[in-house]
């Protein structure tokens, strides 16, 4: 039977931590910020949720994660509508996108702030950190599981110990066996041959001439 783990992530834990930051993409709110809600509703440090997110859970909603950026860009456009429109009275072009605009005054989505950066940085610490927990981890069970393997390594060698001497201790008897019968059948046809003297003795006596007589 194998153990489990009492550290192990459930079903139902990352069914939590898939829906939490799915939610955050999607109300443009940082990742970091979920794995912290994520962290206080199941009893579990940001660092870990961030480290279960990114190595087991992410793959499984690619599409999910894209329908929420989607979404996410959305709200974002209802947000801008009226700046947008203040821009164009003041001199946009009725040609120009929101994407036009948001790039002409450099607000793409690859310009972080320092905040964003330093969240960002502190996220993959702690994640490097678990990750490292995580290894010391795997390394203790496999410590654990070559002690065990040279225990049963070293009991496997006393039991084929024990086999060869009860093989041994066979062959000894099964031999002894052997001789004992041969001596009791060689000493039946010893008894047999010693009765039929006997009873060829008794067919015979001696007269008075000294002369043998056969008894009928």
């Known amino acids: 039977m194998t ?5 192990a992530w459930s079903t139902e834990d990352d ?13 443009g709110s940082t990742q970091l910020a979920a794995f912290e809600e994520v962290g206080e509703k ?4 940001s660092a870990a949720c961030g480290f279960r997110w990114n190595s087991c859970v992410r793959k499984s909603y690619e599409d999910a994660i894209s329908i929420a950026k989607g979404q996410r860009q959305k709200r974002s456009y209802l947000k801008k509508q009226p700046a947008l429109r203040g821009a164009q009275v003041a001199g946009l072009t009725l040609g120009e996108t929101e994407e036009d605009y948001a790039r ?5 989505e690859n310009t972080l702030s320092i905040d964003a950066v330093i969240r960002f940085l502190r996220q ?5 950190q678990e990750a490292g927990r995580q290894l010391k981890m795997l390394e203790r069970d496999l410590r654990e599981k070559e002690e065990e393997l040279t225990e049963l390594r070293t009991e496997n060698e006393r039991l084929s110990k024990e086999v060869n001497l009860a093989q041994t201790d066979y062959r000894v008897v099964n031999d002894d066996y052997k001789a004992l019968i041969q001596i009791m059948d060689r ?28 008894i009928e």
Not at 42 to 45: D, F, K, L, P
Not at 124 to 128: I, V
Not at 206 to 214: I, Y
């Open 3 to 7: 153990a489990v783990r009492q550290d």
């Open 15 to 27: 069914l939590i931590l898939a829906e939490v930051t799915l939610r955050h993409i999607r109300e």
């Open 42 to 45: 199941i009893g579990r440090t």
């Open 104 to 108: 002409s005054e450099g607000l793409t």
């Open 124 to 128: 993959w610490k702690g994640t490097f």
């Open 187 to 214: 000493a039946r046809r010893l008894a047999f041959l010693n009765e039929e003297e006997e009873e060829l003795k008794t067919r015979f006596k001696m007269d008075a001439n000294g002369n043998l007589e056969r």
